[in-house]
């Protein structure tokens, strides 16, 4: 199946800075998802977008869906320990299988 | 509390030994789905279920089945597991007709690992 591109792959930053990922694909999708990952745990929905040119904000998140349909991006500000993990977008299709194609992920660190 | 679970956690195996990795969740949702996560190839899907008695093929399903009795559950068989079907697995589960775009929400995973 096709992947995303996701990237960075990772990033190491302090605490109190902001962050940025984002998403590229060759096709088209109906919704961009962001999830973020906890070892041990599955993923956890954090932002899902519906429109292209939509952004939408969970507290200090950020998310933006692209007036192509082809991309996305996440932002964090004002980054704390907590936001530790690995961050996938996940892009749905148009058909009744709703299969979510995601990216490689993005793995998160933040130096207290 | 709205969930996903599944079970087992953790399962290490032999080959050949039928298997299967149960999955329910709480929430009415009519779709649900199983991924398979492996380093540097994300998540990908297994099999989905629109609704009850309703199941079809994603993206990898060789060496897997799947049943949808009842609603709120969807058990993933492995009917002669092989090594490379070690894996950790994650069932996922979504509002259903008339909501085509609704999320998917998903268990804590499964990890299998076939000797």
């Known amino acids: ?112 | 509390e709205a969930q996903v679970t599944q079970n087992p956690r953790y399962l290490i195996t032999v080959t050949g030994k039928k298997l299967t990795v149960t999955c329910s969740q709480n929430m009415n949702h009519e779709y649900m789905s199983w991924y398979r996560q492996d380093p540097g190839l994300g998540l990908r899907q297994i099999y989905y279920s629109m609704n009850v008695e309703v199941t079809d093929k994603g993206d990898v399903p060789e060496g897997y089945k799947v049943s949808r009795k009842e609603k709120r559950n969807f058990p993933l068989i492995l009917e002669s597991p092989s090594p490379n079907q070690t894996s950790l697995y994650f069932c996922a589960s979504s509002l259903g007709q008339g909501v085509s775009n609704q999320p998917q929400h998903f268990g804590d995973g499964t990890r299998l690992s076939i000797l």
């Open chain 1, 1 to 112: 199946g096709q992947q995303l591109n996701q990237s960075p792959q990772s990033m190491f930053i302090q605490e109190g800075e902001d962050v940025s990922m984002n998403c590229t694909s060759s096709s088209i999708f109906n919704t961009w998802l962001w999830y973020k990952q906890d070892p041990g745990e599955g993923p956890v929905l954090l932002i899902a977008l519906y429109k292209a040119g939509e952004l939408t904000s969970n507290g200090r998140l950020t998310a933006q869906f692209g007036i192509t349909r082809k991309d996305s991006f996440l932002n964090i500000s004002a980054s704390i320990p907590s936001d530790v993990g690995i961050y996938f977008c996940a892009g749905q299709g148009f058909t009744g299988r709703r299969a979510l194609t995601f990216g490689s992920g993005t793995r998160l660190q933040v130096q207290p």
